[in-house]
């Protein structure tokens, strides 16, 4: 097959318009009998799907009409027909792979074998799947403590994959989890379950349909989420307020030209998406909302005082929640001066969000990492979700709280029970499905993880999906405590560079990926169900051939390990990669809200999981929405920046051509970047204070206390709108300054949106 | 190629003869066969396009009309939009003559 793009105006003609134009035009002139067409065409597709590409819901069921940008690069990148075959592993050694890019990497194909390192050749060599399955068993039996074993979940996994995953390592006896959400949303877990009693967002799709406002922090949906620019972008059309606040300035959150709008697509034209563009500096959104809500409290004493009605909602105030009177004294307690100074915003610009903010009868916020990625980030979301709950903005139609996921089913397996500490009554009800005795103690999570491999009391490193060595903070310290595990066990699509951190005994074992169709004994295909950042659980089935007769599904991965190390006497693991309903009807009768899951996922849109936040019924300990009264930090990131000499703070982010850790191309177009990686944004004073020039070359160099040397090499600075003593660059390359050493409270989560680092030019070095 | 506009009446009857005649496609694969065969779209894109069906749900049929049925052939595809163009194999053509579908 000729996996080539065809001239433009040759595709042009032949598909879209032309089509429309020459032949379906007489379909279309038709109309109801069209309609019909459609139905029928329609008819027996019970098997939606669910793009790998984000975390956004979809309107339809399972599946948006078209890609969006990032959606189809995430499906191409699967479908690519290059192949790293055992040809290729036996081409390269492992030591010479360690010094490939990222991008040279995963751009070599898809893995087609199971391969087994060979140490005395440092090659991967091909294994049969029964093999790698007994060493895999063996080896794990042989630890001193299954405790000594690290089970990773990267947020791709599907909800029967991961369920069956942690029911694999609890039959074995651990609940080390490390696991992606660890690194991104973990404080939006914790925060919402502190203030509201569940630690997912409240909102559903329709309510952006509704919000008079909506306001966006610390998060890129351009390149990260783009299908959410279209909610966006229909909100701003109709009227909304989107109050956008982020330290860089994103083009993709000022103007939105969408797709799927063809005429104003063949205009050139593009819809305003942000009607209000705050750029605090990094870390400073607690202290933005903070003043806010100053603001706000201040206005409604003064409407009282006047004889008005009082601008927050009373009712809901006195009914749902409680803590409000010590927040108030916190919140009157901090001065505008240090509400200013750590926000990086003007008391003026403050105020004109607060007026965004009291103009709507309904208002969403919504966050993502740059929320999440800080020290103080869950008391950050707690005080985003104070501010909301003044004027009862959550448990109604339009309004709500809505931290936005990345990786398409991350919440999903959280859901499912990837945790490390997972709650009592999901445990005692594992035990009770599947009469095996499973553990109490608490797990790891990604921090724990790389401390106890580092330290020798993890020996063996399980990764569900995902690139750890390259997600994690310190790259170089976490690829060699995986190279002093005892096993290592990656399971992928791809080759990237954490697989080249083996361990002594290291296997490499493909699977099929989210697009390709997955066939059960019988040869029919099977889905699989996800669930996005609204709770919504969907079905998913592939839609292309898989990329090799050898790969195995995950599930069918996890069945066999686990089968070849806890034995199915207890478990019948076969019998589940069989047949995934049979995984399915487990879920339903061990997790509730999930009764009748294999009915209701092959519904249009599958059903939503109950949010009871979103019903305002409150678990929490008062029973009721709890308001936060932590005070801000004395000082943050970019404040101590400011005592240090030619000390900035760094976020790292994501390129324009990437997703987690994949690398699909060298562009970054929205921020003008192309055909490289190693750059830094920063202030043209910044730059100049540096005693550098626009484009020149430095090494960025961190900046901690614990006594070890972080510099990542090579970045060419580039002049950008950002605030002054704020810097950014992309991950994986910039994780090697990120210091595993400091974490969020509370959350573990790594700092990476807030890093102090200083520059060195690259001559001096 | 079509020689004559084709209405919606005709593609449905189309669609309908083709389910009768192998009842193993759905509906939707064969559309896409008469898609093919009455000129109304020669790739996967343009076919989502006219019918409003989500485009992964068109490559999923063709993946089975390719690989299951041997019904089409893939002749391209645009990684950037993944567009797949497509072409009846003989054993497609020999199906939708024994449908007896206009052409």
Same mark, same amino acid.
């Given at each position: 097959?000729?996996?080539?793009?065809?001239?433009?105006?040759?595709?042009?003609?032949?598909?879209?318009?032309?089509?429309?134009?020459?032949?379906?035009?007489?379909?279309?002139?038709?109309?109801?009998?069209?309609?019909?067409?459609?139905?029928?065409?329609?008819? %027996?597709?019970?098997?939606?799907?669910?793009?790998?590409?984000?975390?956004?819901?979809?309107?339809?069921?399972?599946?948006?009409?078209?890609?969006?940008?990032?959606?189809?690069?995430?499906?191409?990148?699967?479908?690519?027909?290059?192949?790293?075959?055992?040809?290729?592993?036996?081409?390269?050694?492992?030591?010479?792979? !360690?010094?490939?890019?990222?991008?040279?990497?995963?751009?070599?194909?898809?893995?087609?074998?199971?391969?087994?390192?060979?140490?005395?050749?440092?090659?991967?060599?091909?294994?049969?799947?029964?093999?790698?399955?007994?060493?895999?068993?063996?080896?794990?039996?042989?630890?001193?403590?299954?405790?000594?074993?690290?089970?990773?979940?990267?947020?791709?996994?599907?909800?029967?994959?991961?369920?069956?995953?942690?029911?694999?390592?609890?039959?074995?006896?651990?609940?080390?989890?490390?696991?992606?959400?660890?690194?991104?949303?973990?404080?939006?877990?914790?925060?919402?379950?502190?203030?509201?009693?569940?630690?997912?967002?409240?909102?559903?799709?329709?309510?952006?349909?509704?919000?008079?406002?909506?306001?966006?922090?610390?998060? %890129?949906?351009?390149?990260?989420?783009?299908?959410?620019?279209?909610?966006?972008?229909?909100?701003?059309?109709?009227?909304?307020?989107?109050?956008?606040?982020?330290?860089?300035?994103?083009?993709?959150?000022?103007?939105?030209?969408?797709?799927?709008?063809?005429?104003?697509?063949?205009?050139?034209?593009?819809?305003?998406?942000?009607?209000?563009?705050?750029?605090?500096?990094?870390?400073?959104?607690?202290?933005?909302?903070?003043?806010?809500?100053?603001?706000?409290?201040?206005?409604?004493?003064?409407?009282? $005082?006047?004889?008005?009605?009082?601008?927050?909602?009373?009712?809901?105030?006195?009914?749902?929640?409680?803590?409000?009177?010590?927040?108030?004294?916190?919140?009157?307690?901090?001065?505008?001066?240090?509400?200013?100074?750590?926000?990086?915003?003007?008391?003026?610009?403050?105020?004109?969000?607060?007026?965004?903010?009291?103009?709507?009868?309904?208002?969403?916020?919504?966050?993502?990492?740059?929320?999440?990625?800080?020290?103080?980030?869950?008391?950050?979301?707690?005080?985003?979700? %104070?501010?909301?709950?003044?004027?009862?903005?959550?448990?109604?139609?339009?309004?709500?709280?809505?931290?936005?996921?990345?990786?398409?089913?991350?919440?999903?397996?959280?859901?499912?029970?990837?945790?490390?500490?997972?709650?009592?009554?999901?445990?005692?009800?594992?035990?009770?499905?599947?009469?095996?005795?499973?553990?109490?103690?608490?797990?790891?999570?990604?921090?724990?993880?790389?401390?106890?491999?580092?330290?020798?009391? $993890?020996?063996?490193?399980?990764?569900?999906?995902?690139?750890?060595?390259?997600?994690?903070?310190?790259?170089?310290?976490?690829?060699?405590?995986?190279?002093?595990?005892?096993?290592?066990?990656?399971?992928?699509?791809?080759? %990237?560079?954490?697989?080249?951190?083996?361990?002594?005994?290291?296997?490499?074992?493909?699977?099929?990926?989210?697009?390709?169709?997955?066939?059960?004994?019988?040869?029919?295909?099977?889905?699989?169900?996800?669930?996005?950042?609204?709770?919504?659980?969907?079905?998913?089935?592939?839609?292309?051939?898989?990329?090799?007769?050898?790969?195995?599904?995950?599930?069918?991965?996890?069945?066999?390990?686990?089968?070849?190390?806890?034995?199915?006497?207890?478990?019948?693991?076969?019998?589940?990669?069989?047949?995934?309903?049979?995984?399915?009807?487990?879920?339903? !009768?061990?997790?509730?809200?999930?009764?009748?899951?294999?009915?209701?996922?092959?519904?249009?849109?599958?059903?939503?999981?109950?949010?009871?936040?979103?019903?305002?019924?409150?678990?929490?300990?008062?029973?009721?929405?709890?308001?936060?009264? $932590?005070?801000?930090?004395?000082?943050?990131?970019?404040?101590?920046?400011?005592?240090?000499?030619?000390?900035?703070?760094?976020?790292?982010?994501?390129?324009?051509?990437?997703?987690?850790?994949?690398?699909?191309?060298?562009?970054?177009?929205?921020?003008?970047?192309?055909?490289?990686?190693?750059?830094?944004?920063?202030?043209?004073?910044?730059?100049?204070?540096?005693?550098?020039?626009?484009?020149?070359?430095?090494?960025?160099?961190?900046?901690?206390?614990?006594?070890?040397?972080?510099?990542?090499?090579?970045?060419?600075?580039?002049?950008?709108?950002?605030?002054?003593?704020?810097?950014?660059?992309?991950?994986?390359?910039?994780?090697?300054?990120?210091?595993?050493?400091?974490?969020?409270?509370?959350?573990?989560?790594?700092?990476?949106?807030?890093?102090?680092?200083?520059?060195?030019?690259?001559?001096?070095? | 190629?079509?020689?004559?506009?084709?209405?919606?009446?005709?593609?449905?009857?189309?669609?309908?003869?083709?389910?009768?005649?192998?009842?193993?496609?759905?509906?939707?694969?064969?559309?896409?066969?008469?898609?093919?065969?009455?000129?109304?779209?020669?790739?996967?894109?343009?076919?989502?396009?006219?019918?409003?069906?989500?485009?992964?749900?068109?490559?999923?049929?063709?993946?089975?009309?390719?690989?299951?049925?041997?019904?089409?052939?893939?002749?391209?595809?645009?990684?950037?939009?993944?567009?797949?163009?497509?072409?009846?194999?003989?054993?497609?053509?020999?199906?939708?003559?024994?449908?007896?579908?206009?052409?």
């Amino acid at each position: 097959m000729a996996n080539v793009a065809p001239p433009l105006k040759k595709s042009h003609a032949a598909g879209g318009w032309g089509a429309l134009r020459s032949c379906g035009k007489h379909l279309l002139k038709s109309g109801s009998a069209l309609t019909g067409a459609m139905t029928l065409l329609k008819a %027996n597709q019970s098997d939606g799907f669910d793009c790998p590409g984000c975390a956004w819901g979809d309107p339809e069921h399972g599946s948006s009409f078209e890609f969006c940008e990032n959606g189809v690069k995430a499906v191409s990148w699967e479908a690519t027909a290059r192949r790293a075959t055992p040809a290729f592993f036996a081409q390269h050694t492992v030591s010479e792979l !360690r010094g490939w890019t990222d991008y040279a990497l995963e751009n070599v194909g898809r893995l087609t074998e199971p391969m087994r390192y060979d140490a005395k050749t440092d090659r991967y060599l091909p294994v049969s799947w029964d093999e790698a399955f007994a060493e895999i068993g063996a080896e794990l039996r042989a630890l001193a403590s299954p405790d000594e074993a690290e089970f990773y979940t990267s947020g791709r996994a599907s909800n029967e994959a991961a369920f069956l995953y942690q029911l694999f390592a609890r039959a074995y006896g651990t609940n080390n989890f490390p696991d992606c959400s660890n690194m991104c949303h973990e404080a939006s877990g914790v925060g919402l379950t502190q203030s509201l009693g569940v630690g997912k967002g409240t909102v559903l799709l329709e309510d952006f349909e509704r919000a008079d406002a909506i306001i966006v922090i610390g998060q %890129n949906p351009g390149t990260n989420h783009p299908r959410m620019l279209g909610d966006l972008r229909r909100a701003a059309q109709r009227g909304a307020r989107v109050a956008v606040l982020n330290p860089v300035r994103e083009r993709g959150l000022e103007r939105f030209a969408d797709p799927q709008a063809k005429i104003e697509m063949l205009r050139g034209g593009s819809t305003s998406i942000a009607t209000h563009y705050f750029q605090p500096k990094l870390g400073g959104d607690m202290a933005a909302i903070r003043g806010v809500a100053k603001i706000v409290l201040m206005r409604d004493a003064e409407a009282r $005082a006047a004889g008005e009605p009082g601008l927050l909602d009373d009712a809901f105030i006195a009914q749902h929640t409680t803590g409000l009177d010590a927040w108030r004294a916190e919140v009157e307690a901090t001065s505008w001066g240090q509400i200013e100074d750590q926000s990086g915003l003007t008391f003026d610009e403050i105020q004109t969000l607060a007026e965004v903010y009291l103009g709507a009868e309904r208002v969403i916020a919504t966050w993502a990492m740059g929320v999440t990625q800080h020290r103080h980030s869950v008391i950050t979301v707690r005080e985003i979700t %104070n501010l909301l709950l003044l004027r009862g903005h959550v448990g109604r139609e339009g309004a709500g709280l809505c931290p936005v996921r990345g990786h398409s089913n991350v919440q999903g397996d959280r859901t499912v029970g990837i945790n490390e500490n997972a709650p009592e009554w999901f445990l005692a009800a594992l035990e009770r499905e599947f009469g095996v005795a499973v553990p109490r103690e608490p797990g790891h999570n990604v921090l724990h993880a790389i401390h106890a491999m580092t330290e020798g009391r $993890a020996r063996a490193f399980i990764g569900l999906g995902g690139n750890f060595a390259r997600a994690t903070p310190d790259t170089e310290l976490v690829a060699e405590a995986l190279r002093r595990c005892r096993l290592t066990v990656q399971i992928a699509t791809k080759p %990237n560079l954490g697989h080249m951190a083996v361990g002594e005994v290291a296997f490499l074992l493909p699977c099929l990926g989210r697009t390709e169709i997955d066939r059960d004994a019988a040869g029919k295909s099977q889905i699989v169900t996800v669930e996005d950042s609204m709770s919504m659980v969907h079905g998913s089935g592939g839609i292309n051939k898989p990329a090799s007769p050898h790969l195995k599904s995950e599930i069918a991965i996890i069945a066999g390990m686990a089968a070849a190390t806890v034995g199915s006497e207890r478990i019948d693991w076969a019998g589940f990669a069989a047949d995934y309903d049979r995984i399915r009807d487990a879920i339903a !009768r061990v997790i509730p809200g999930f009764e009748d899951y294999n009915v209701r996922v092959r519904r249009p849109r599958g059903f939503r999981l109950r949010n009871a936040a979103a019903e305002r019924e409150w678990n929490t300990p008062s029973g009721k929405a709890e308001f936060s009264a $932590a005070p801000l930090p004395a000082e943050i990131e970019h404040q101590q920046a400011r005592r240090r000499k030619s000390a900035y703070v760094l976020q790292t982010f994501r390129s324009h051509d990437q997703y987690n850790t994949t690398i699909y191309g060298m562009d970054d177009r929205y921020r003008g970047v192309y055909g490289e990686r190693r750059v830094v944004f920063a202030h043209p004073d910044d730059i100049a204070a540096m005693g550098a020039t626009p484009n020149a070359r430095v090494d960025v160099v961190g900046l901690h206390e614990d006594g070890r040397t972080r510099v990542a090499e090579d970045f060419r600075l580039v002049a950008y709108d950002i605030p002054r003593g704020c810097v950014a660059g992309y991950y994986p390359e910039l994780n090697a300054v990120v210091p595993f050493s400091e974490a969020g409270d509370l959350s573990d989560t790594p700092l990476s949106k807030s890093v102090m680092v200083t520059f060195r030019p690259r001559e001096a070095a | 190629m079509a020689t004559e506009a084709p209405d919606a009446g005709a593609f449905m009857a189309a669609v309908e003869s083709l389910v009768g005649r192998a009842p193993e496609l759905s509906p939707l694969d064969a559309g896409l066969l008469a898609a093919l065969r009455m000129g109304v779209a020669g790739d996967t894109r343009a076919f989502a396009k006219v019918f409003g069906v989500p485009h992964a749900l068109v490559l999923r049929a063709t993946s089975e009309l390719a690989d299951e049925f041997g019904l089409v052939a893939v002749t391209g595809r645009d990684p950037r939009t993944q567009r797949t163009r497509l072409e009846l194999t003989d054993a497609g053509a020999r199906l939708l003559e024994g449908a007896a579908l206009a052409a």
